[in-house]
């Protein structure tokens, strides 16, 4: 338990940076899907001042926006399924969301709490990783709002650990308008199919010519301390005639390259399995697509 | 002008096997029910409970003043706190709170009872306790070797002699090794049985734990009145032992003790015993003069409930070329956890699988129970039954393989009959066994499917299909255990033709009131609207030994039955002095008393209740039932026929495998379940697939994970419950044998349907794979990990090795 002295509820983003600014005392309240569990079980303490930031409408919406798409970091899992842009654009969110905790959280979470928490687990880092997105913050530093972007896969320090500073906010993710031929695909490993955290999780990406991906991207969640996107597996792919002996070699690559650990839900070496196995799956897929 | 009434005709009818829905169903699905959570008595505290931080340890200190100053604490308590705590449980091993000692994570060490539960937890926070860590046991193998670690310990003298040992229960005595209990049973000659085998195989299966994640987790109200009598509300399964129990605790008269239970959000067993936390909050209550309630909280229901009996088993069969079965030797190691509850009792269920599923003319059979500092063990659905049937049946298929035989055939020339007596003693007076088989084998295509598979098994592709059986036995007719297994009945009609039917037996979700309701409604000819039912407080209700042993319907219906009978043979001679005729010529039915010969409608009922009320020989409709199952409670050797009734059941599990990542699916199951009659279609169908979901969790995804004696996932997110895209399709067939003992043929089912869910589907995976896995769930990397020759060596369980 911890105890909160001040809630606050700014409306609108220069007013939420201002409050991170005055104080590194705060905590930030998206849906709470995250903070709530961590903070019951005692793994988080909530900080002096509790900011909810769901009134904030910079933080809102999915758009076009030059020649990218913006996702707002308030952007539920639901309203990501649900939207016409991603479905022709970015297929791959939706391919995550559907596999995303329950109806009740999809309702919730947002994509912005998800990125925020850093979990190697995270179901939408993995999709969004070999998506080439940007995160962009926003903070107050010396009276006017500046925004800054990174690269996501920078963003990425250790399990619950970004490149945010204190006084930042995270205010939205840039996606470049995917290009013809453009392949994408997830795959999360749980136990079971519905409401499981990955055992291990896959993003294949690149533009598909000839049964080669080219500008080949690969991530995988849940097998390193941050989700990670596989450069040695992404070399091995790159532009590659998805023959049998490559695909199976890619797949090699993959298992050497994830760092897992062992954990309630699978230990190690089973993790490695995976990532090889379903790499071959995923790969197989591609070949015949 | 007076018009004569139409002369009216009722047609016959019959509730029997009808869908009838759940009388509390509308207020379950509407969210109007009251469970404990809801309930509130004014002036009312909340109890928290302060556990151990330890696995093991000695308490030095435990400091309760800050705990004890917080405005809004109205009482603190400790052991020291209280005098008179005596031990609980079956072997009297458990004082509610710890006295010297912590033995395992979920011990109680303290309690508070506040204003608020906030207050409650902030004072849990303030209270501070020392600690010496002390050497920690969790492998049961280790705990019987000797020397190890004890963990009830005699009490020693300061210098290290036996102090004078003090006389009572194991929780003052201590014990001097950490064998909680032990069973031997034995039929037969199993030396010369073997010698006369042509096959014989053995192995070892190791059972885990899991929990019986009731979504009403654990609670009560503790209230003292003024004249010291208590009343708890409590969701107790056994509230007339319960009674009996807590007078002996608390030092009490039994008649001064009230149990209400409210409803209760499921039980499977889990509230067959006396916990520390009940005991506790009445204590609390007693302390703080005040009424106080106490609900666990999710996380505290996953680590201080009691578990499924962790179980290391190894099995030897062998049987002759002609198919026929010739011994069974088991060897068990029952992990009983830190103090003893059911768990350790469940060989009394598991030798019976072993003795008398099939028939096996030589059976062996040992257990031996021991402490550890791991959580203990209770009773949960099926009590030991899934454990065994899951190595009973690995054997039938194994044996079959090894003699060349149909796996099918090998089952039905090995399976009891009807009118058999087995070696345990079991009397099957009604048994549909074969009937089972045959059904769920012909309704799954199990021989096409079977001899297929195999013959796919190195095809290419990464999908195996795999089809399973695997069968049970169950008591279905009560079990007398305790001095009597009966039922009391009151039933009462009012004047205008209601009834209220007032019985012993509990409603825990499983539709007890409905079906016993539905029974009553039968013999009196009315319509399921006439009947409230009264089940919930020891003040009125009468006796019953309580919820368990799959037996409410048996035993409760006979007696509810009973009741009904001296109830319309009241209402029928009264009607015959009435129309002055024979009583033999009359019927109830429809709300009416009826010329049974032409179903001509004489009089109403209420009309007639009325007549019978106020008349100068005033008299009212009321009768009282008890009835006692003519079974008879097993001899020191543990024969005898324990259950006036058995259920059968076999069950098809078909899988596909995926041999990539070890994740199996369950894409059907083919039941067939010998339950005597189907009284309610839509009760049974029901509590058949619950029961087998029940089943698959246990068999797939269900495992709480003890690690060094701390539960690593007490959580919904990282104890893995099936969830819905994940139940396959469920064909059910039910086999009415209409046992003659049975309330209209029935026979008990509740723990049935989730037994032999486990066997078949290990059975399946290996038909689909060639693997037989001896461990269970059947989790992706478990199976993977036994794909590809990295699965876990199991050790023979030790006596065996020994
Ligand atoms: C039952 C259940 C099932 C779940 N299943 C899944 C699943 O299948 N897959 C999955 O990936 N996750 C799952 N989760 C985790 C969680 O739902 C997601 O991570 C979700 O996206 C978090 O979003 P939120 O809005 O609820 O974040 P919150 O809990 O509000 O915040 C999460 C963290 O991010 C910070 N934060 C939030 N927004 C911002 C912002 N704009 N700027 C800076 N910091 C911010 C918060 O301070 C906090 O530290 C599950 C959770 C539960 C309870």
């Not at chain 2, 936390?277 to 003069?289: P, Q, S, T």
Request: charged letters at 25%; proline letters at 5%; one cysteine or more.
């Amino acid at each position: 338990m911890t105890e909160i002295e001040q809630y606050v509820a700014p409306s609108s983003l220069e007013q939420a940076a201002e409050y991170l600014q005055r104080s590194g005392e705060v905590t930030i309240l998206a849906g709470g899907t995250d903070l709530m569990p961590q903070s019951q079980g005692g793994r988080l303490k909530i900080k002096r001042t509790l900011m909810n930031i769901q009134h904030i409408p910079e933080l809102k919406g999915i758009a076009i926006d030059g020649g990218a798409i913006r996702i707002g970091a308030l952007a539920t899992i639901t309203e990501i399924m649900q939207s016409e842009l991603i479905k022709k654009h970015l297929p791959i969110l939706i391919e995550a969301c559907d596999h995303f905790a329950s109806d009740q959280i999809r309702n919730a979470a947002t994509l912005g709490g998800n990125v925020c928490n850093a979990s190697p687990a995270g179901d939408m880092l993995v999709p969004l990783l070999v998506l080439d997105a940007e995160v962009e913050l926003a903070s107050k530093p010396d009276g006017g709002l500046t925004r800054r972007r990174l690269p996501l896969s920078e963003f990425f320090v250790g399990p619950g650990k970004t490149r945010r500073a204190p006084s930042e906010l995270l205010a939205g993710l840039r996606i470049g308008l995917p290009g013809a031929h453009h392949y994408a695909r997830f795959f999360k490993f749980g136990t079971r199919p519905a409401l499981d955290i990955a055992t291990i999780s896959i993003g294949i990406a690149g533009t598909l010519n000839n049964g080669a991906l080219s500008s080949a991207r690969v991530a995988f969640g849940a097998v390193a301390p941050v989700p990670m996107r596989a450069p040695r597996t992404e070399q091995a792919l790159e532009a590659r005639r998805l023959d049998a002996a490559t695909i199976e070699a890619v797949a090699g690559v993959a298992r050497d390259e994830v760092t897992p650990i062992d954990d309630v839900r699978a230990s190690a070496w089973y993790r490695k399995e995976l990532i090889h196995n379903i790499t071959k799956r995923m790969l197989d897929h591609v070949a015949q697509a | 002008m007076k018009v004569a009434e139409k002369t009216k005709f009722i047609q016959p009818g019959t509730l029997i096997g009808k869908r009838i829905p759940k009388m509390d169903a509308p207020e379950k699905a509407s969210g109007k029910t009251r469970y404990i959570h809801d309930i509130d008595l004014p002036g009312q505290l909340y109890g928290k409970i302060l556990r151990s931080e330890r696995v093991h340890a000695r308490i030095k200190h435990i400091d309760t003043a800050a705990a004890k100053a917080l405005p809004g604490v109205h009482a603190v308590i400790t052991a020291a706190d209280i005098v008179d705590q005596r031990p609980i449980g079956v072997a009297k091993d458990h004082l509610p709170l710890k006295t010297d000692k912590v033995r395992s994570l979920r011990d109680e060490v303290a309690a508070v009872a506040a204003e608020s539960e906030q207050i409650a937890l902030a004072a849990l926070r303030l209270i501070k306790v020392e600690y010496e860590d002390l050497p920690i046991l969790t492998d049961p193998a280790e705990a019987i070797k000797p020397g190890a670690t004890l963990i009830h310990p005699e009490p020693r003298q300061p210098g290290g002699q036996d102090a004078l040992k003090p006389s009572g229960p194991v929780a003052f005595t201590g014990k001097p090794d950490n064998i909680a209990m032990r069973f031997d049973y034995c039929h037969g000659d199993v030396v010369q049985a073997e010698a006369e085998s042509d096959a014989v195989v053995e192995d070892t299966f190791k059972l885990h734990y899991v929990t019986h994640c009731c979504m009403g987790v654990s609670g009560m109200i503790a209230d003292f009145d003024s004249s010291g009598n208590l009343l708890m509300y409590s969701n107790t399964q056994v509230p007339f032992l319960h009674k009996r129990e807590f007078a002996e605790y608390l030092n009490m008269d039994p008649g001064r003790i009230r149990i209400i239970q409210p409803a209760i959000g499921g039980g499977f067993g889990s509230k067959l015993d006396i916990y520390p936390f009940e005991v506790i909050c009445v204590f609390l209550a007693r302390a703080a003069k005040r009424p106080v309630k106490l609900v666990f909280t999710r996380e505290e229901e996953f680590i201080s409930s009691p578990t499924r009996q962790p179980v290391l088993l190894t099995l030897r069969s062998g049987c002759k070329r002609d198919g026929s079965l010739t011994f069974r030797t088991v060897h068990t190691l029952h992990d009983n956890g830190a103090y003893t509850s059911w768990g350790a009792t469940t060989p009394f269920v598991m030798m019976q699988t072993f003795s008398s599923l099939y028939r096996v003319p030589n059976c062996d059979y040992h257990t031996v129970a021991v402490y550890t500092n791991n959580p203990y063990a209770g009773s949960f659905r099926g009590y030991g039954n899934l454990q065994a049937t899951f190595a009973v049946e690995a054997h039938m298929d194994k044996l079959a393989e090894a003699i060349g035989m149909d796996t099918l055939e090998f089952r039905l020339k090995n399976a009891q009959e009807q009118g058999e007596v087995s070696g345990q003693g079991m009397e099957f007076d009604s048994c549909g066994f074969k009937e089972c088989l045959t059904t769920a084998a012909e309704r799954s295509d199990f021989r096409r499917k079977f001899a297929e598979n195999v013959k796919n098994r190195n095809a290419p592709g990464a999908i195996k299909r795999g089809v399973g059986i695997a069968s049970m036995l169950h008591v279905g007719g009560g079990a007398k255990i305790y001095p009597s297994d009966g039922c009391g009945t009151i039933l009462k009609l009012d004047d205008f033709g209601q009834v209220t039917l007032i019985t012993g037996a509990s409603e825990i979700g499983q539709g007890s009131e409905t079906v016993l309701s539905q029974l009553v409604c039968e013999e009196l000819g009315l319509p399921m609207s006439a009947l409230t039912v009264v089940n919930n407080d020891t003040a009125i209700t009468p006796w019953d030994v309580g919820v368990h042993a799959s037996r409410t319907t048996f035993i409760a219906g006979n007696s509810a039955l009973g009741a009904a009978r001296l109830a319309k043979a009241k209402v029928l001679a009264a009607a015959a002095r009435k129309f002055e005729c024979p009583a033999e010529e009359l019927d109830l039915r429809g709300g009416y008393v009826i010329k049974a010969a032409s179903g001509e409608a004489l009089i109403d009922l209420p009309r007639l209740m009325r007549n019978l009320h106020f008349s100068d020989k005033a008299e009212l409709v009321m009768t009282t039932f008890y009835y006692e199952p003519p079974s008879s409670y097993q001899d020191k050797r543990y024969k005898g026929n324990v259950s006036a009734a058995y259920a059968w059941a076999s069950q098809v599990v078909e899988v596909e495998v995926d041999t990539e990542t070890g994740i199996v699916k369950m894409t059907k199951i083919t039941a067939a379940h010998d339950v005597g009659r189907v009284l309610n279609r839509l009760g049974i169908e029901g509590q058949i697939e619950g029961g087998i979901v029940m089943g698959q969790g246990y068999a797939l995804t269900e495992s709480l994970i003890i690690e060094n004696g701390v539960m690593r996932n007490p959580s919904f997110r990282d104890y893995k419950l099936v969830t819905a895209p994940e139940i396959p399709e469920i064909d059910i067939s039910f086999i009415e044998t209409m046992d003659g003992e049975g309330p209209q043929g029935a026979k008990g089912v509740g723990e049935a349907p989730a037994i032999c869910v486990a066997a078949a589907t290990a059975n399946a995976i290996y038909n689909a794979t060639g693997v037989r896995i001896c461990g269970l769930p059947f989790t992706p990397e478990r199976v993977y990990r036994a794909l590809h020759g990295k699965g876990e060596k199991l050790y023979l369980a030790p006596e065996k090795a020994a």
